[in-house]
């Protein structure tokens, strides 16, 4: 699908004449260049004289004619003109969107190169962080990085999607002019953030979220209710969050809003409720926050009991509409099989589970531990992680509510616990500079680093590794193909000798 020249750019119709140049290539310019790798936005990165080049939605081997857009940090953005081979990698798009959608970065790309380029983002954020630190190479496991395991479903793998609302629709290039671009629901545009791509049809999204997306667009149109305007701060509608149990198929819908506005939100929940009558549960969430975060402030349950079912590892779990939960159900299963395979848990072994969410690495690894640690920030986690330790009959889990730095501090000083292994899953920014170096003090025999940003999670870990921390192994682990995400388990263990 031709995707509309974002502002500022060239138009697509100027003629695509390359240049051979033995300097680097100015704004505008048409270069012809082999794609080589992709970087952690999932942009094919390929040379040019004197820097690369980084192009959306171009794939490792082939071979693209670019205009060049523009420099950014490091090296220079373009944009596919033509795509001359497309190379040993291109698969069939799975969906309508490829290629416009910013939701899926590497919608062509064979899957068996997905991975191979995935390993290598672990593998080059290791080494760089290693590099940083002025720490050996040869302190890397002896097996190097493991092979990415891969996900077992490639569509309809996400139990939750996040849709965004907008005042201003992304237009695509074959739409005729003067359209009405007033109203759009569902993902952003790459590097487009005040427009909105109306997604009819998403190929990653669990069975019938799409559904329920073009529903939600319909009524809303039909009832003139007004979407989030993100300059003006503006409109009723915010996001769209669909989630679904996968194992029990519990739905929720979360509308999140500026405000109440009930007469409009809850007649618009009785009519989906109608429409889909698989959906188990309805809230809505409002946030006066001028983010674009789909959390709320304030929680009104519309309809059922406000949190749906899921089960990982043979336990279940209750989630509520802001609490975190691997969005991969199956492929999370895989994830913390891994880990409980790191932790080497032992009887009487205390096991901290640092940034717990609601309680599921722990609850699912921890059932032979002596005791469970959770420590969370966010008070709706904490809870549903108290309500799944007691609906699974688990006695011997303490969650802590807080910040980490906080409640670890509360854990060591007020309990004197100690953990003999210690899980660390922080989100995507990693950990805070000042964690480190009390997740070091600790002092756990076993430490497991989950990581959901390889560049972080690396840095993160030559730290422990500085801190005389022997790296036993780093497997990466696919939960989200066709983007550039991917998981790590870094295993390691106190070494013989460190104090
Ligand atoms: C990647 S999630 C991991 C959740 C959980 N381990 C799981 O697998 O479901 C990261 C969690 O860290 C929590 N978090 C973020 N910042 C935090 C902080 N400063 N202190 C404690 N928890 C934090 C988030 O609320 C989120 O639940």
């Given at each position: 699908m031709p995707e509309t020249p974002p502002p500022n750019e060239a138009s697509a119709s100027s003629p695509a004449t390359p240049v051979v140049l033995e300097r680097k290539p100015r704004k505008n310019e048409i270069v012809d260049l082999t794609i080589e790798r992709i970087d952690d936005r999932g942009r094919g990165i390929g040379p040019v004289p004197q820097t690369n080049l980084a192009i959306r939605f171009a794939n490792p081997g082939a071979r693209i004619r670019a205009r060049v857009l523009g420099r950014s940090k490091k090296r220079l953005d373009g944009r596919i003109e033509e795509i001359l081979d497309a190379g040993p990698h291109a698969s069939p798009a799975r969906c309508p969107h490829a290629g416009v959608c910013g939701g899926c970065a590497l919608p062509t790309m064979e899957y068996s190169e997905q991975l191979r380029q995935k390993r290598r983002l672990v593998e080059d954020a290791v080494e760089r962080a290693f590099t940083g630190r002025g720490?050996?190479?040869?302190?890397?496991?002896?097996?190097?990085?493991?092979?990415?395991?891969?996900?077992?479903?490639?569509?309809?793998?996400?139990?939750?999607?996040?849709?965004?609302?907008?005042?201003?629709?992304?237009?695509?290039?074959?739409?005729?002019?003067?359209?009405?671009?007033?109203?759009?629901?569902?993902?952003?545009?790459?590097?487009?953030?005040?427009?909105?791509?109306?997604?009819?049809?998403?190929?990653?999204?669990?069975?019938?979220?799409?559904?329920?997306?073009?529903?939600?667009?319909?009524?809303?149109?039909?009832?003139?209710?007004?979407?989030?305007?993100?300059?003006?701060?503006?409109?009723?509608?915010?996001?769209?969050?669909?989630?679904?149990?996968?194992?029990?198929?519990?739905?929720?819908?979360?509308?999140?809003?500026?405000?109440?506005?009930?007469?409009?939100?809850?007649?618009?929940?009785?009519?989906?409720?109608?429409?889909?009558?698989?959906?188990?549960?309805?809230?809505?969430?409002?946030?006066?926050?001028?983010?674009?975060?789909?959390?709320?402030?304030?929680?009104?349950?519309?309809?059922?009991?406000?949190?749906?079912?899921?089960?990982?590892?043979?336990?279940?779990?209750?989630?509520?509409?802001?609490?975190?939960?691997?969005?991969?159900?199956?492929?999370?299963?895989?994830?913390?099989?891994?880990?409980?395979?790191?932790?080497?848990?032992?009887?009487?072994?205390?096991?901290?589970?640092?940034?717990?969410?609601?309680?599921t690495i722990g609850l699912v690894i921890g059932e032979d531990a002596g005791s469970i640690n959770g420590f969370e920030s966010a008070p709706t986690a904490v809870r549903d992680a108290r309500l799944n330790a007691e609906r699974n009959g688990v006695d011997h889990a303490t969650f802590f509510e807080g910040d980490v730095l906080k409640t670890m501090r509360e854990a060591l000083d007020e309990r004197s616990l100690r953990p003999d292994v210690l899980v660390v899953d922080p989100p995507r920014a990693g950990l805070h500079p000042k964690v480190p170096a009390q997740?070091?003090?600790?002092?756990?025999?076993?430490?497991?680093?989950?990581?959901?940003?390889?560049?972080t999670g690396a840095h993160d870990v030559a730290a422990f590794v500085e801190a005389g921390y022997e790296l036993r192994s780093i497997q990466p682990v696919d939960l989200f193909p066709h983007t550039p995400h991917v998981e790590a388990v870094f295993s390691l263990v106190k070494s013989r000798g460190t104090s």
């Open positions: 720490l050996d190479m040869g302190k890397l496991p002896s097996g190097g990085i493991q092979d990415v395991v891969a996900a077992g479903k490639l569509e309809g793998y996400r139990n939750k999607m996040d849709f965004s609302f907008g005042s201003k629709r992304y237009i695509l290039a074959d739409e005729p002019e003067g359209v009405d671009a007033s109203f759009g629901l569902g993902l952003h545009a790459p590097g487009l953030y005040q427009k909105v791509l109306d997604v009819d049809h998403c190929a990653i999204a669990f069975e019938g979220a799409s559904e329920i997306l073009r529903s939600t667009r319909e009524l809303a149109l039909e009832r003139g209710l007004s979407p989030w305007d993100l300059k003006d701060h503006k409109g009723l509608l915010r996001h769209l969050v669909v989630r679904r149990g996968e194992r029990t198929g519990d739905t929720m819908i979360n509308l999140v809003t500026s405000e109440r506005s009930a007469p409009e939100i809850d007649a618009l929940a009785a009519t989906l409720l109608e429409r889909h009558p698989a959906v188990t549960t309805i809230v809505q969430n409002i946030t006066t926050s001028v983010a674009s975060v789909a959390y709320g402030e304030e929680e009104h349950v519309l309809f059922g009991p406000g949190t749906i079912q899921d089960e990982i590892g043979g336990k279940r779990f209750s989630i509520s509409a802001d609490s975190f939960f691997q969005t991969n159900t199956s492929q999370a299963e895989v994830l913390f099989d891994l880990v409980r395979e790191a932790a080497a848990l032992e009887a009487k072994d205390a096991l901290f589970d640092v940034y717990c969410g609601a309680g997740l070091i003090e600790l002092d756990s025999p076993r430490v497991v680093y989950v990581s959901c940003n390889p560049k």
